[in-house]
């Protein structure tokens, strides 16, 4: 079993980061043939998620429908002043499993993993494990 930290580089407070091809280029540095990636985000203000990538409102459609639900500021009593991105983050979960077929990642033709923050700009991490099988 192989593993690797990434480092990745959020420019707004909130955004979806495809990562797709960061997950791949993993694969195939580990010579994946057959098994899982196992994808995680160390943050409790951060998500992972996989999504449609072909539109890119979706990913704004998604964001604007957290704000609505979980908007910044609504009597929340964590003092940091990131409540919202805790929930989000809660919501969306920290990890992904994705099967590895052939040495591709096995999703949807629309489909694209998406690394979600919620309390940026930040430099984060997200680890991977390659898991033959």
């Not at 960061?22 to 195939?28: D, K, R, T, W, Y």
């Not at 998620?49 to 459609?61: A, F, L």
């Not at 694209?112 to 991490?125: A, M, W």
Request: proline fraction near 4%; aromatic fraction near 8%.
């Amino acid at each position: 079993m192989k593993a690797e930290e990434l480092q990745i580089v959020s420019h707004s407070r909130e955004e979806l980061i495809d990562i797709t091809t960061l997950v791949e280029a993993f694969v195939n540095k580990c010579n994946l043939v057959d098994g899982i990636v196992l994808i995680f985000v160390p943050h409790t203000t951060a998500a992972v998620t996989i999504n449609e990538n072909s539109d890119p409102d979706v990913k704004c459609d998604i964001l604007y429908k957290l704000n609505k639900e979980f908007p910044l500021s609504d009597g929340y009593r964590h003092a940091e002043g990131n409540s919202d991105a805790h929930i989000k983050s809660s919501l969306v979960g920290p990890s992904l499993h994705v099967i590895v077929s052939n040495k591709r990642l096995l999703l949807g033709i629309w489909q694209g993993i998406y690394f979600c923050e919620f309390d940026g700009p930040r430099t984060r991490k997200i680890y991977l494990k390659a898991m033959a099988g």
